[in-house]
């Protein structure tokens, strides 16, 4: 038997490109879909996007920024730098938490911090940053193996879908598979079109896709300056990077 999972994250408020990879999804046959977290923050839709993935009963996670709007927080517990990067990220929360509901923020208080489950004798974790950080660790390739060693060491499963960087990622590491489907909402690759990924499991073998949509960046762009919100925002999404990023790649490492 065959099934096939859809694994996107990092939505952070972005309808437009919500909407592009929900239709992108219509025409591929999956079977379930999950979210790996942060639904809301940066984006200029929080209300909108909380509600159409709760509307599709889609399975998500929280995320940092989920955690952050559902309790109110003065601090999503971001890596900004001081200066105008975390003032622009305090301007998002506090906008963030104004602008959605009571009941949206009841809804991410109550997501779970990770999940297990498996499919086809494939054990799949689930969490935005790290098995031992629910929600903030980054686990990336530059990230030392020995601690990339210690984080799979706690893990039973066989393989562990996080978010949190923005970044697709496949890692083989430990013996366990680490994919990361990248941002549907706020790419930090270089690329700007949505980016979710695609997890085929048949008798026990998993093979995997980064997937790429394109959607009208422009239309978000126009209403995080309706709403007021900082043009920075808006400029990250049409590079599809931050400012202090060096080259953008897409990473993909083989038996650590």
């Known amino acids: 038997m065959t099934l096939r999972l859809a694994f996107l994250g990092d939505v952070h408020g972005n309808l437009e490109a919500l909407d592009a990879v929900l239709e992108d999804l219509s025409g ?17 839709d929080p209300e909108e996007v909380v509600k159409r993935l709760k509307g599709l009963n889609v399975v998500s996670i929280m995320g940092n920024y989920d955690e952050a709007v559902g309790f109110s927080k003065e601090s999503c517990g971001c890596s900004y730098s001081p200066g105008r990067e975390e003032e622009v990220g305090e301007i998002s929360l506090n906008w963030t938490i104004r602008y959605t ?15 297990s489950f498996e499919v086809e004798g494939v ?13 903030f660790e980054y686990v990336k390739p530059d990230t030392p193996t020995p601690r990339l060693k210690e984080i799979v060491s706690s893990v039973e499963e066989d393989v562990v879908v996080n978010g949190h960087t ?12 680490i994919l990361n489907p990248g ?35 422009k239309r978000t762009v126009e209403k995080i300056a309706e709403r007021g919100l900082p043009p920075e925002l808006g400029t990250v999404l049409a590079l599809g990077r931050t400012y202090n990023m060096g080259s953008p790649t897409v990473f993909f490492s083989l038996g650590l």
């Not at 999950?34 to 200029?44: H, I, R």
């Not at 509901?101 to 999940?115: F, I, Q, T, V, W």
């Not at 923005?166 to 598979?177: F, R």
Request: glycine content about 10%; charged content about 30%; hydrophobic content about 35%.
């Open 123 to 135: 054990r799949f974790l689930l969490v935005h940053g790290s098995p031992l950080d629910e929600l």
């Open 166 to 177: 923005h970044l697709p990622m496949i890692l083989w590491v430990g013996g366990k598979l």
């Open 183 to 217: 941002s549907v909402g706020r790419p930090k690759d270089g690329d700007p079109r949505a980016s979710y990924m695609i997890v085929e499991v048949r008798d026990g073998i998993v093979s995997y896709e980064v997937v790429r949509v394109p959607y009208d960046v």
């Open 101 to 115: 509901s009571d009941e949206a923020k009841e809804y991410l208080r109550n997501l779970p911090r990770k999940l």
């Open 28 to 44: 591929r046959k999956v079977d379930r879909v999950y979210c790996l977290g942060d639904l809301v923050g940066y984006g200029p």
